[in-house]
T-cell receptor, first 113, second 114 residues
Framework: AQSVTQPDIHITVSEGASLELRCNYS??????LFWYVQSPGQGLQLLLK??????LVQGIKGFEAEFKRSQSSFNLRKPSVHWSDAAEYFC???????????FGQGTRLTINP | DARVTQTPRHKVTEMGQEVTMRCQPI?????VFWYRQTMMQGLELLAY????????DSGMPKDRFSAEMPDATLATLKIQPSEPRDSAVYFC????????????FGPGTRLLVL
């Protein structure tokens, strides 16, 4: 069975600074990988996903993530954060042929002005 | 702009009462998921359906929870009887059916059981 670890429960960065959120997965084959964002009181919205091809994927709102098979990682990055990026971020892994996703515990992002 | 809708958005009830949460998936999506989100456990998959048939409900407490899809436009999650530990946000999500496709989440039902 697949699993996901997001090592950082809470991260604080200053507006305009760069951001990297970590995600490590466990799965025996090539996984599907997703990053979702949840704003307070809202449902989850997809930022980006990887399932094959180029290991650097671009998403909405200026986010990108890189799939590194050797490190079992799928870290999310943004070169310059905006105050509106304050939210909770979830990494998720899916398996080939299966519908269900396993979500990490989430990383809460706070932006300092 | 197609969206998943959930009702009610908020529910406060007393222990022992029945709770019914409803979800309308995006038209044309044949896969529906129910998740529960709590501070302690994070986001947990309770059950999911494909073409209205339950595929996996292993995450759901069977003694008090039940999930159904009476038709393609409605999914329900019932808790009977409810307990304080059921207090959580319950999300419904729908997808077009391929594993690599995006799951679209509803806004959630925030449940408080007193």
């Amino acid at each position: 069975a697949q699993s996901v670890t997001q090592p950082d429960i809470h991260i604080t960065v200053s507006e305009g600074a760069s951001l990297e959120l970590r995600c490590n997965y466990s799965y025996g084959a090539t996984p599907y990988l997703f990053w979702y964002v949840q704003s307070p009181g809202q449902g989850l919205q997809l930022l980006l996903k990887y399932f094959s091809g180029d290991t650097l994927v671009q998403g909405i709102k200026g986010f990108e993530a890189e799939f590194k098979r050797s490190q079992s990682s799928f870290n999310l990055r943004k070169p310059s954060v905006h105050w509106s990026d304050a939210a909770e971020y979830f990494c998720a892994v899916g398996a080939w042929g299966a519908q269900k996703l396993v979500f990490g515990q989430g990383t809460r992002l706070t932006i300092n002005p | 702009d197609a969206r998943v809708t959930q009702t009610p958005r908020h529910k406060v009830t007393e222990m022992g009462q029945e709770v019914t949460m409803r979800c309308q998936p995006i038209l044309g999506h044949n896969t529906v998921f129910w998740y529960r989100q709590t501070m302690m456990q994070g986001l947990e998959l309770l059950a999911y359906f494909r073409n209205r048939a339950p595929l996996d409900d292993s995450g759901m407490p069977k003694d008090r929870f039940s999930a159904e899809m009476p038709d393609a436009t409605l999914a329900t999650l019932k808790i009977q009887p409810s307990e304080p530990r059921d207090s959580a946000v319950y999300f419904c999500a729908s997808g077009p059916g391929n594993p690599q496709e995006t799951q679209y989440f509803g806004p959630g039902t925030r449940l408080l059981v007193l």
